[in-house]
């Protein structure tokens, strides 16, 4: 168990739709990270947080959208999804924001259909 | 240009034995680390082991080291005494000090243990 929470663990919706998924980070951790694993595009890094601020971004489409809450946890906001949108998503944290480990969280599986 | 390569897309290994998993990496900055994560079929990422650019000795954690030849940029994962739980997919990832925070991944190893 690396201490990252992530909610739900599956979700499953229709294109158009959009869902939000949460991520509380290790207790102590500043920084929040966002990946997405998808069968063609592998892990890419979404966008990152330290502290409540947006410190990084990534590929992240602009359909979607983070943010960082003043008690640390984090969401992923995706809207009007495509196909192409489900994936796994992982939310991960570090203490830091120099070359720190990454613990991840189980993830969340996104179905679209 | 791919930063991290990973080319074996699948290894077999016995049970009780060593395996080496390769990684290639590719950064014109001098400051960076490079880790090890492994994927088990569950589906979640487990950090396994770092290894920072300016460590003059090569990483370990328990059953596991890296064999980081700087010059060659290669950081190899080895396993030893290799056990069935060791199944999974294995992913090297790099992440360079004067560049987002992101970590770079490669394309994975899946490690196969066979009795």
């Known amino acids: 168990d690396s201490g990252v929470t992530q909610t739900p663990k599956h979700l499953i919706t229709a294109t158009g739709q959009r869902v939000t998924l949460r991520c509380s980070p290790r207790?102590?951790?500043?920084?929040v990270y966002w990946y997405q694993q998808s069968l063609d595009q592998g892990l890419q890094f979404l966008i990152q947080?330290?502290?409540?601020?947006?410190?990084a971004k990534g590929n992240i489409l602009e359909r979607f959208s983070a943010q960082q809450f003043p008690d640390l946890h984090s969401e992923l906001n995706l809207s009007s999804l495509e196909l192409g949108d489900s994936a796994l998503y992982f939310c991960?944290?570090?203490?830091?924001?120099?070359?720190?480990?990454?613990?991840f969280g189980p993830g969340t599986r996104l179905t679209v259909t | 240009a791919q930063k991290i390569t990973q080319t074996q897309p699948g290894m077999f290994v016995q049970e009780k034995e060593a395996v080496t998993l390769d990684c290639t990496y590719d950064?014109?900055?001098?400051?960076?680390?490079l880790f090890w994560y492994k994927q088990p079929s569950s589906g979640e990422m487990i950090f396994l082991i770092y290894?920072?650019?300016?460590?003059?000795q090569n990483a370990t954690e328990g059953r596991y080291s890296l064999n980081f030849q700087k010059a060659r940029k290669s950081a190899n994962l080895v396993i030893s005494a290799s056990q069935l739980g060791d199944s999974a997919m294995y992913f090297c990832?790099?992440?360079?000090?004067?560049?987002?925070?992101?970590?770079?991944f490669g394309t994975g190893t899946r490690l196969q243990v066979t009795l």
């Open positions: 950064t014109s900055d001098p400051s960076y680390g």
């Open positions: 947080y330290y502290n409540g601020e947006e410190r």
């Open positions: 990832a790099m992440r360079e000090y004067g560049t987002a925070s992101k970590l770079t």
């Open positions: 991960a944290s570090s203490v830091g924001e120099g070359i720190y480990e990454q613990y």
């Open positions: 207790s102590g951790d500043l920084s």
């Open positions: 290894q920072g650019s300016y460590d003059q």
